[in-house]
């Protein structure tokens, strides 16, 4: 949640930040703010809502200098105001800060007493007092901000930028991501890469309780207590145009249709010659576990959930999945023996973060599916399966999703095989079948003007009902969620199996009831709930396999999708529903990238 950008360097730096800020609109915010030091002092322009209102405020009064900061704000601490927006500036020294300050209360009224005057309802200003009040007992930029950060206890990336030393800035992390551009005689800090891209690929990731004094040359990181730290450069697979919506009217459409190459991207290099044995170099010593324990929020939980599934049907062996939120606050079972996978498109999920280390505490091996490299999960984990989505922009995500769901399938095909389990010849036409997914996720596509037609008809709905048994519940739980975080109409996932057991009171002639209810070994039963949720009155779509006349006499509307193994389904089901949420959204007229009250990473509690 939240977006910071940082330049020190020779350019005129006010509309770099803001168009940096602009490509990290994704993550949420309601007030935003810069300040830029014009070589004299410092000088802070905030406003409220949309970077459009800060953009006008610049025409206005704009700002010049060569060094910068710039911040989005989703409001933790303290109402969406001007006066609670960052960057926040005390006698000369301005912070940004993404995360939340846990023993702020304790620290402003220390504060307080000591003479400090705040001047917003926010936690982050606690830190700008603490680094003025180091400042002022003569220690310079750096070493103030080491000695402020040792007091605080929490989540926080931030970025420092005072007139006493206007040549650099001063960044730290802990428990919220944040990155360091390398380009030519200039620097860059931010909270994510695509702030950065147009101006430099090279790339520094620092990692927990580390400090970074920042000039236009040079890089200096340490930890709180000034140990030197080194860290590598490295150089970012992405491109601009990857950022941008390439022809699209928004990223998540874009992104919709990014998710056959995506799939083919988590998948190149991880199969042998044969095609049996994925995972070969990611995983050459995996052991079977005695039980799998499988971590994560929102969408990620629904992709553990499939894979769940795929885990227990190739390799036999159990799976727990836990949503990480609850997972973290009781005294999990969870041992030697065991293996934890935490999966979180971001890698800074912070409820997942506490889960995975709660997890490993008690002595698990623990593996992590994410998607960006060196992330805090990353690091903390044992193994990391990266998905190799590239960046995902959109909030509600969707390639992030399939390619979660990608690395599941190829590590239960790997874990069944070393289990013994699996055989191979079955294993090896999986994986044959598998591959051709992307290709048949581009036939899907292809449907888009049916799918649209569908919205059009059904946009107006107060409430929808999405049925799915066995492997398809959880993709029913997605779709439900697709909807109703995009075009804000309520939805509810429900296995269809236990329709009688309370939602059949919910359907009746206004009611839409979408079932997935593609072939496999539930289809016979699927088809019954079908039956009953018409006999109702219920408006049913359904969702099928190619060819299935029984379900089309019965379904008012019906969309077909490809034959594959019920294992696969997911990946094409899925992809229909994505894009029937978002026509029914854009058909609203709602803002489908940046949908209200929701961030893309869930960075803080």
Same mark, same amino acid.
């Not at 236990?498 to 088809?527: F, N, Q, W």
């Given at each position: 949640m939240c977006g910071i950008i940082g330049y020190v360097g020779s350019r005129d730096c006010a509309p770099l930040i803001l168009e940096g800020l602009k490509r990290l609109e994704y993550r949420g915010y309601d007030s935003a703010g810069i300040a830029v030091f014009d070589g004299t002092r410092l000088k802070i322009t905030r406003s409220v809502g949309k970077l459009a209102n800060l953009e006008k405020a610049l025409r206005e009064k704009p700002l010049s200098g060569t060094v910068g900061i710039g911040h989005t704000r989703w409001a933790t601490h303290g109402k969406p105001s001007e006066q609670n927006a960052h960057p926040h500036e005390v006698n000369g020294i301005a912070v940004i800060h993404n995360g939340i300050i846990e023993n702020y209360v304790d620290l402003k009224a220390e504060l307080s007493a000591a003479g400090s005057v705040f001047k917003s309802e926010t936690d982050t200003e606690v830190i700008a007092h603490l680094v003025d009040q180091e400042a002022g007992r003569g220690k310079g930029l750096f070493e103030a901000v080491c000695a402020a950060l040792r007091r605080v206890r929490g989540a926080y990336a931030i970025v420092v930028v005072s007139e006493r030393e206007p040549g650099k800035l001063v960044a730290a992390k802990n428990a919220s991501p944040m990155i360091v551009g390398i380009g030519d005689d200039e620097r860059f800090i931010a909270s994510d890469v695509p702030a950065i891209l147009p101006y430099t690929r090279q790339v520094m990731y620092m990692y927990e309780e580390e400090v970074a004094e920042v000039t236009a040359r040079t890089v200096r990181v340490t930890d709180l207590h000034g140990a030197e730290k080194t860290r590598e450069v490295r150089v970012v697979d992405a491109t601009p145009a990857m950022a941008e919506k390439g022809g699209h009217r928004h990223f998540m459409h874009k992104e919709i249709f990014e998710q056959p190459r995506a799939l083919m991207d988590t998948i190149r290099g991880r199969l042998s010659a044969d095609r049996k044995t994925p995972l070969d170099g990611e995983m050459p010593g995996l052991s079977v576990p005695g039980a799998v324990k499988i971590i994560a929020c929102g969408t990620s939980w629904h992709a553990a959930l499939i894979g769940? $599934? %795929?885990?227990? !049907?190739?390799?036999?062996?159990?799976? +727990?999945?836990? &949503?990480?939120? +609850? $997972?973290?606050y009781r005294d999990p079972i969870v041992g030697k023996g065991e293996l934890v996978v935490a999966i979180s498109q971001s890698g800074e999920t912070a409820d997942t973060l506490a889960a995975l280390r709660e997890a490993r505490s008690k002595g698990a091996h623990a593996l992590a599916i994410c998607n960006v490299v060196d992330s805090s999960i990353a690091r903390e984990a044992d193994t990391v399966l990266y998905t190799r989505a590239g960046p995902e922009i959109g909030v509600a995500s969707t390639k992030a999703f399939v390619t979660q769901m990608a690395v599941l399938f190829l590590f239960a095909v790997r874990l069944g095989l070393v289990s013994g389990r699996l055989d191979p010849a079955r294993a090896q036409a999986l994986v044959r079948e598998f591959t051709h997914i992307p290709s048949l996720m581009e036939e899907v596509l292809r449907l888009e003007q049916k799918v649209q037609d569908l919205a059009r008809e $059904? %946009?107006?709905?107060?409430? $929808?009902?999405?049925?799915?048994?066995?492997? @398809?519940?959880? /993709?029913?739980?997605?779709?439900?969620?697709? &909807?109703? !975080?995009?075009? =804000?109409?309520?939805?509810? *996932?429900?296995?269809?199996? +236990?329709?009688?057991? *309370?939602?059949?009171?919910?359907?009746? !002639? !206004?009611?839409? /009831?979408?079932?997935?209810?593609?072939?496999?070994?539930? =289809? +016979?039963?699927?088809?019954? @709930?079908?039956q009953e949720a018409k006999a109702r009155g219920g408006r049913i779509i359904a969702l099928v396999t190619w060819g299935d006349a029984r379900t089309r006499e019965i379904a008012d509307r019906v969309l077909e999708i490809p034959d594959v193994h019920d294992l696969l389904q997911p990946f094409l089901t899925s992809v229909s529903l994505q894009l029937l949420a978002y026509h029914i959204a854009d058909l609203k007229g709602n803002d489908v990238d940046q949908p209200r009250n929701l961030a893309k990473s869930v960075t803080v509690e």
């Open positions: 769940k $599934f %795929m885990i227990e !049907e190739l390799a036999r062996v159990p799976v +727990e999945v836990d &949503l990480a939120s +609850e $997972f973290r $059904f %946009m107006h709905a107060s409430d $929808f009902l999405y049925l799915g048994r066995g492997i @398809n519940y959880p /993709v029913a739980l997605e779709g439900a969620l697709k &909807l109703k !975080e995009i075009s =804000y109409i309520h939805a509810e *996932g429900y296995p269809a199996g +236990e329709m009688k057991h *309370g939602p059949i009171a919910l359907i009746d !002639e !206004e009611m839409p /009831v979408l079932v997935v209810a593609t072939r496999g070994r539930s =289809y +016979e039963k699927v088809l019954s @709930n079908v």
